[in-house]
């Protein structure tokens, strides 16, 4: 059975930092492209990042970018998303999916605020 869990969101101030972090199992990680998602009230969902089997090659939104970092650890069958610099725009609900074969699954999301 596939799992995908997200952890690590919450509420934090705007300039403040979290790192949500998608725990996974049922497949092979190691051979997944893992993706990062995130969806805010009202709007379309949107590819925040993504990183390659690899871990070489990652790539991000421009609205993120210098501010976020996409990570996996393999052994922990882990992706992580270090999110720096946070806005009031990144409020949403983010959402870890892995990608093989032409599949892809989705976790269930975790909910990141940023307000003062």
């Known amino acids: 059975q596939v799992q995908l869990v997200e952890s690590g969101g919450g509420l934090v101030q705007p300039g403040g930092s979290l790192r949500l972090s998608c725990a996974t199992s049922?497949?092979?990680?190691?051979?997944?492209?893992m993706r990062w998602y995130r969806q805010a009230p009202g709007k379309e969902r949107e590819l925040v990042a993504s990183?390659?089997?690899?871990?070489?090659?990652?790539n991000y939104d421009d609205s993120v970018k210098g501010r976020f970092t996409i990570s996996r650890d393999d052994a922990k069958n882990t992706v992580y998303l270090q999110m720096n610099s946070l806005k009031p725009e990144d409020t949403a609900v983010y959402y870890c999916?892995?990608?093989?074969?032409?599949?892809?699954?989705w976790g269930q999301g975790t909910q990141v605020t940023v307000s003062s």
């Open positions: 999916t892995a990608g093989y074969n032409g599949m892809e699954w």
């Open positions: 990183i390659t089997r690899s871990g070489r090659d990652t």
């Open positions: 049922g497949f092979t990680f190691s051979r997944s492209t």
